[in-house]
C-alpha cells in the first residue's frame, strides 16, 4: 500500500504545477535531498517491513549540456530499523553461530527457536550516480542507476526472554510448534523488547562497524528547473550472514548465504542556485548627450519653394556618422 500510495503521488504531483518546466537547470550542480521510505530485508529471518529515512549531497557532473549520459558523486546517511520475525521452528541441534546465553537454553531445551531480530543501522556512503541527461533535458524525467560503498554500524538484537512484568519473573518462551501460527506469534505472545545481542559487537549496545558496497536504481522528474521528486530502491550487500542474528548452515536463494538489506524510498532533490543561474546583469547604463543641431539652410521656419529639388544644410553635434541622420519633409523621409 504504501508503494501505491508513493508511485500515485509521483504520477499526480507534477501536474500540479502551472508551467511544465521540462529542462533541468545544469548550472545548478550541488543538490540536497530528503528521503524517508520502507526499510525491508531478505535474510534468513522472514520479512517484517520498517520505516527508514535519510539524506544526500552530492555534485552533478556533465561533459556537456547535451550529452548523453550525465553523472553525480553523493554522499547518503541512511538511519532505520529492520526486522524479522519467523513463524516455525528452527531446530537448533548443532548450530554453529554465535550463541548467547539465552539462545543456548533453546537450543538445550528444547532444541528449537522460533527466530526474530530487529537491526539498527546508521549507514554513512558514497554512491556514484549514471543519469540519462538527455532524456532528463527533454522531458525532465530522470531515470538513473548507482553504486555505492558503505560504512555501516550495525547492531542485531532479538527478543528471546519473555518477561512479566506483572511478577518480576522471566524465562523462556513457550514455543509449541502445534499452536504455533501468524496469528499466535505478535505482539500479544511476545513482550516486544529486543534484549538479547545476536552476534559477536552488539553486546552491551555497542555497534558493529563494517564495509558494504550496495547497488540501486531511481526515477525523478524535475517538476521545476532546480527541484525534482521520485522513487528510488537500493539494496546494501552485508557481505556476512549473521547480520539477521542467524547463520542458515544451508545457502538461500541462488546459492547465495549473505544477507541483504533493502531500502525503497519517496525523496526530495533540491538543486543550490549556481553561478549560472543568477539572472544575468544588465549591461550598464552608459549617459549620451543630445544631439545639436543648427539648421542653416533654410534659415528659417518656414519656406516654400518650386523645385521639386532642395538642398538643405545643417550642421549636427553628438552623433557618430551621418548614417544616424534621417530627414523627413512632411512626414516623408
Not at 542556485?273 to 539572472?279: A, I, L, P, W, Y
Amino acid at each position: 500500500k504504501k508503494l501505491i500510495t508513493l508511485a500515485f503521488c509521483l504520477y499526480v504531483m507534477p501536474g500540479l504545477f502551472a508551467q511544465n518546466i521540462q529542462r533541468y537547470d545544469s548550472n545548478s550542480p550541488w543538490f540536497f535531498g530528503l528521503n524517508v521510505g520502507a526499510a525491508w530485508n531478505s535474510t534468513d529471518i522472514e520479512n517484517e517491513t520498517n520505516a527508514g529515512w535519510g539524506f544526500t549531497f552530492g555534485r552533478s557532473f556533465t561533459t556537456r549540456p547535451d550529452a548523453l549520459f550525465a553523472w553525480d558523486l553523493r554522499l547518503r546517511y541512511l538511519q532505520g530499523n529492520w526486522y524479522g520475525q519467523d513463524f516455525d521452528t528452527t531446530d537448533l541441534t548443532n548450530y554453529v553461530g554465535y550463541t548467547p546465553n539465552e539462545y543456548q537454553a533453546y537450543a538445550d531445551n528444547p532444541g528449537y527457536t522460533v527466530n526474530n531480530f530487529s537491526a539498527r543501522n546508521h549507514h554513512l556512503g558514497l554512491e556514484l550516480v549514471l543519469h540519462a541527461n538527455r532524456l532528463r533535458q527533454r522531458t525532465g524525467w530522470d531515470p538513473y542507476i548507482f553504486g555505492g560503498a558503505n560504512i555501516t554500524w550495525n547492531q542485531t538484537y532479538s527478543d528471546l526472554v519473555n518477561i512479566d512484568s506483572s511478577f518480576g519473573i522471566s524465562g523462556q518462551y513457550d514455543y509449541d510448534p502445534t499452536t504455533i501460527s501468524d496469528g499466535f506469534l505478535g505482539t500479544t505472545f511476545l513482550d516486544g523488547v529486543s534484549e538479547t545481542a545476536m552476534n559477536q559487537g552488539s553486546e552491551g549496545g555497542d555497534y558493529n562497524l563494517n564495509f558494504m558496497p550496495s547497488l540501486g536504481v531511481g526515477i525523478a522528474y524535475y517538476a521545476g528547473p532546480r527541484f525534482a521528486l521520485g522513487l528510488e530502491h537500493k539494496s546494501t550487500f552485508t557481505r556476512k550472514d549473521d547480520w539477521d542474528g542467524y547463520v542458515d548452515p544451508t545457502p538461500g536463494l541462488w546459492n547465495r548465504s549473505n544477507d541483504i538489506y533493502h531500502y525503497t524510498n519517496f525523496f526530495l532533490r533540491f538543486h543550490l542556485r549556481g553561478q549560472g543561474s543568477v539572472d544575468p546583469t544588465p549591461d550598464p547604463v552608459v549617459n549620451c548627450w543630445d544631439p545639436i543641431i543648427q539648421l542653416q539652410r533654410p534659415n528659417v521656419s518656414n519656406v516654400t519653394v518650386e523645385n521639386q529639388v532642395y538642398a538643405f544644410r545643417a550642421q549636427i553635434e553628438n552623433i557618430n556618422s551621418i548614417q544616424n541622420v534621417r530627414v523627413r519633409v512632411n512626414g516623408v523621409e
